[in-house]
């Protein structure tokens, strides 16, 4: 392996530890509503938010009202973003006269954005406007991570109270996620990344003249727009020359900023971070890739602030970067190793003088195989999705460990909030597995364990592996679903697994090769983000209410430690226990299947 490549990513988590424990405690203040540096500026701005939506900062509610507010908020979003969509033609900032977007799409996109998945089935720079892009795309960025945030504070206040029937209140929680969090860390980055080349203006498209034309082949149509055939059934040609280019502009930087830094992840352009324009240097590279894990990393020193044990939330951090550092490394594997079939060929793919060795299908040379895995393990360990190489040209076991960390259930850091959510469901039943070999009632954090936990908990756990798994059976049996995919065998099923994996575990990435903008995956993958996202908030929330209701158990020689090296094994063998044993059948008829046949064992 390139020891370049491999400092590159070491370097990365020394950075991302480091800026854990300032982000994770001035996030700590704000929740526990302490005075910061911030608020002499955004306090006014709060309060004056609270009167303007008529809201009383100082009533908390039950965990059942917590949820009706987080769902009907959501709900207001989704259909404000669906209504943008549909009436885009109408609206102002659309200098490239863009039509509405149709429906089936539109209701696709709409519950993406409000599910914080920002799966794309179109291209950004031909389909949405600049309004669209900003007040309906951008704005559920920031209210949807927030979303997040909010929930995962409600339920650390389970843990941290004693005896109580409210657990906050959801609009405080998320206007300050938002106001103190998300806007001012957006508001930073986007100002660097354009100091970098990466665009925000209102100008629309400009079209140039290429410095080097070229030609290419076109298919001939007939008055009526079809295509021309010849005898033998094969299209007719023509030679085409082409001089310009247009080229796509727009306010990006600041939809880039907060795509990253809220695990959202969806492009401006269709290409994403691959884009010159979105992403121009090893710089803009570097602070993107490190904003998707800062929120969830960080988030796990909050959590520890928060119940007043801060090796709890260290704990949970060594548990997700023990996983999440191997799975990186064996990417950077799988890519730099380069596909075997070449070597009849006498190509070297894996020169140790060059970053460019083995596999770069699909990779920015301006990134190379190091930044490009980096990337890939960290936007699937992250609900983020967002990509600067096509995860579809990976090698296969390259692109089996994106995939799997999606399907561990977005608990490797995961989503601001969901992720860290998702991995304290995952703690209580490492808990529980404890407290049945020891024969006693399990307890985490001063609260027992008991049947209400562990069944809203395995809800949360299981969930998500239905809606993947059924997902896919159903679209790899009919014709609506096996029809959009252009691989066949082992590599085309894994195209429709990773859809329905990265739709049911909010993540958004794709592998390329599958069209996914028709009526049934539109339909499919938008009920799936669904219920991955708001029918798993539920039984958190429940959880939530449950513990804050409990009196604190006193802690005895037969307390199980969760901050311990044991504990963190434990609660990494759950995780990878849970992800192995449900989808282990699948990924052996998709990419494993297709690594052995690659290798000539298939």
């Known amino acids: 392996?390139?020891?370049?490549?491999?400092?590159q990513i070491a370097i990365f988590a020394i950075v991302l530890t480091a800026l854990v424990k300032p982000l994770g405690n001035f996030m700590a203040k704000i929740y526990q509503g302490e005075r910061t540096w911030l608020t002499p500026v955004l306090g006014p701005v709060e309060r004056g938010i609270y009167r303007l939506c008529g809201i009383d900062a100082n009533a908390e509610s039950s965990w059942k009202r917590y949820a009706v507010a987080v769902l009907l908020f959501n709900l207001i979003g989704f259909l404000a973003v669906y209504v943008i969509q549909l009436m885009q033609g109408a609206l102002p900032l659309n200098p490239q006269g863009f039509a509405g977007v149709e429906a089936k799409s539109a209701f696709n996109t709409a519950v993406s954005?409000?599910?914080n998945t920002n799966w794309q089935g179109y291209g950004g720079e031909s389909t949405m406007s600049y309004f669209t892009q900003m007040l309906a795309l951008n704005v559920q960025n920031f209210v949807s991570?927030?979303?997040?945030m909010a929930v995962l504070v409600a339920l650390i206040r389970g843990f941290a109270r004693r005896q109580a029937q409210q657990i906050g209140n959801f609009y405080v929680d998320m206007t300050r996620s938002t106001l103190y969090v998300l806007l001012p860390l957006s508001l930073i980055l986007a100002l660097v990344l354009v100091s970098q080349g990466v665009v925000q203006n209102f100008s629309a498209y400009q079209t140039v003249d290429l410095v080097e034309p070229v030609t290419i082949q076109t298919a001939v149509k007939d008055a009526s727009g079809q295509p021309v055939v010849d005898a033998a059934g094969n299209a007719v040609t023509q030679a085409e020359q082409i001089t310009q280019q247009t080229i796509p502009l727009g306010p990006a930087a600041s939809q880039i900023a907060i795509k990253q830094l809220g695990t959202n992840g969806g492009g401006f352009f269709n290409v994403n971070s691959a884009h010159p324009f979105e992403n121009p240097t090893p710089l803009s590279n570097l602070l993107e890739v490190l904003a998707i894990l800062l929120i969830p990393a960080a988030l796990c020193y909050t959590f520890g602030r928060l119940v007043n044990d801060t090796r709890q939330?260290?704990?949970?951090?060594?548990a997700m970067m023990i996983i999440f550092l191997p799975l990186t490394f064996g990417v950077f594997s799988a890519e730099q190793s380069g596909n075997p079939r070449f070597e009849t060929l006498g190509v070297d793919q894996v020169s140790s003088a060059s970053h460019a060795g083995g596999n770069m299908e699909g990779k920015e040379v301006r990134f190379g195989i190091a930044n490009s895995a980096l990337w890939a393990a960290a936007t699937t360990a992250a609900s983020n999705g967002s990509v600067n190489s096509m995860h579809d040209s990976y090698m296969p076991l390259g692109g089996l460990v994106p995939m799997w960390l999606m399907q561990l259930g977005e608990v490797v850091f995961g989503g601001a909030g969901s992720g860290l959510y998702g991995m304290l469901m995952f703690a209580i039943v490492a808990v529980f597995i404890a407290g049945l070999m020891?024969?006693?009632?399990p307890e985490y954090l001063g609260k027992k364990i008991e049947a209400y936990e562990v069944k809203m908990a395995s809800l949360v756990l299981l969930l998500p592996c239905m809606v993947v798994l059924i997902g896919t059976a159903l679209a790899s049996s009919i014709p609506a679903g096996t029809g959009s995919v252009a691989n066949?065998?082992?590599h085309g099923f894994s195209e429709i697994l990773y859809a329905f994996a990265s739709a049911g575990n909010n993540n958004g990435s794709v592998f390329g090769g599958l069209s996914a903008n028709t009526p049934f995956y539109n339909i499919a993958l938008g009920v799936a983000m669904w219920i991955s996202r708001f029918w798993l908030m539920i039984p958190v929330l429940a959880i939530a209410g449950?513990?804050?209701?409990?009196?604190?158990?006193?802690?005895?020689?037969?307390?199980?430690?969760t901050?311990?090296?044991?504990?963190?094994?434990?609660?990494?063998?759950?995780?990878?226990?849970?992800g192995a044993l449900t989808f282990l059948p699948s990924l052996a008829l998709g990419p494993i299947v297709e690594h052995l046949q690659m290798i000539g064992k298939g």
């Open 1 to 7: 392996m390139n020891m370049l490549g491999l400092m």
């Open 113 to 115: 954005f409000a599910s």
């Open 145 to 148: 991570a927030a979303s997040g």
């Open 313 to 318: 939330g260290w704990a949970v951090y060594a």
């Open 438 to 441: 020891v024969g006693r009632t």
């Open 488 to 490: 066949p065998g082992a």
């Open 546 to 561: 449950s513990l804050a209701a409990k009196r604190s158990v006193a802690i005895t020689a037969g307390t199980l430690p």
């Open 563 to 578: 901050h311990t090296p044991l504990f963190i094994a434990m609660l990494i063998g759950v995780v990878l226990m849970v």
